[in-house]
């Protein structure tokens, strides 16, 4: 079941700088060992079974450039994507478009149905503006190089990289 992060009285800004940590990009880590393709669309057809309303179209995993799962649902006639990190399995959910450039949203029906390991994201969290000092304080190593050059814009452009 989704769980959301741990607040502990912290501002959405300190929840979402706290994303953006070591391993999540795939550049020097391992996929967790928890999670494989047919795991990630098995836990996609039981949470459409557990939401009313609910279609799921093609799921895919980790690739050379995209180190996340992604699935298309439609939940009751919103189209979106439903993400997973590969390297640390941290939940989002994003507006439906062809393009790699996601508005991030908070799904809680779908997020409440999505049993497994894992660790949700808030939209707020995702949405939130990185600037180089927010990465170049917590990375090291590939990822900092990776995200010095690719300069994300927000924490879910980082934890949802498509870097080559």
Not at 32 to 57: E, I, K, Q, S, Y
């Amino acid at each position: 079941m989704a769980r959301p992060r741990e607040r502990e009285g912290r501002d959405v800004v300190t929840d979402a700088l706290a994303l953006v940590r070591p391993g999540l990009t795939g550049f020097g880590g391992s996929h967790d060992p928890r999670w494989d393709l047919a795991a990630f669309r098995t836990a996609c057809h039981a949470m459409v079974r557990a939401a009313p309303r609910t279609t799921l179209g093609p799921c895919e995993g980790p690739h050379a450039t995209a180190e996340y799962y992604r699935a298309r649902v439609d939940h009751e006639g919103r189209p979106l994507w439903l993400l997973l990190n590969a390297m640390q399995p941290v939940l989002a959910f994003a507006e439906w478009s062809d393009r790699l450039d996601y508005r991030f949203v908070d799904a809680p029906a779908l997020a409440a149905a999505f049993f497994g390991p894992h660790e949700l994201a808030g939209a707020a969290e995702l949405e939130t503006r990185l600037t180089p000092q927010d990465w170049q304080s917590r990375l090291d190593g590939p990822e900092l190089a990776q995200a010095n050059h690719w300069r994300p814009e927000r924490v879910g452009d980082y934890v949802f990289c498509w870097w080559d």
